[in-house]
């Protein structure tokens, strides 16, 4: 009993000497590293400024919304609203529904806005405007069309 007893102790002394070097080990790295390296926060990596529109159509008239931009995007781009794409979600999600979305890439808020003012004030884009009115669908007298400016981060492949 007295043999078995030595053994486990030494062991126990083994694993401890080894636990105690690999800690020190890893100590003496983390110090290491933590002289070599700083926090840093994230932040936009351009002066890109992307617009995310979800327009709500009426049951059923996404697709017909849909042609609508078809024929407005050429108007858009001629006005500066550079449209990364027109999408219609498949989902089964009731919330995706009847929607129809698109992405617009600006250079800055300013120049949006400028942007914006010209494609409504382009007498070409009334009929566009007036053939949408209908499909959208309205909550207390707002058309539901849900917009967001976002900035893309600097890991984001869309710089």
Request: proline share 4%; aromatic share 12%; charged share 20%.
């Amino acid at each position: 009993m007295n043999k078995i007893n030595v053994s486990v102790r030494h062991w126990c002394a083994t694993v401890l000497r080894f636990v105690s070097v690999a800690s020190l080990f890893f100590l003496a790295g983390m110090a290491f590293q933590s002289n070599r390296s700083s926090a840093h926060s994230v932040e936009a990596a351009s002066t890109h400024l992307y617009e995310l529109m979800v327009y709500h159509a009426l049951p059923g008239k996404a697709s017909d919304l849909e042609s609508v931009f078809k024929g407005v995007s050429g108007l858009q781009d001629k006005h500066g609203l550079r449209a990364v794409g027109y999408w219609i979600p498949k989902s089964e999600d009731p919330a995706w529904q009847n929607t129809f979305v698109y992405l617009l890439d600006h250079s800055d808020r300013e120049s949006a806005e400028k942007n914006w003012q010209a494609l409504h004030a382009d007498p070409l884009f009334t009929p566009f405007r007036q053939a949408a009115i209908p499909l959208i669908r309205q909550k207390d007298g707002e058309y539901l069309v849900d917009e967001v400016y976002m900035s893309p981060t600097s890991y984001s492949a869309s710089k």
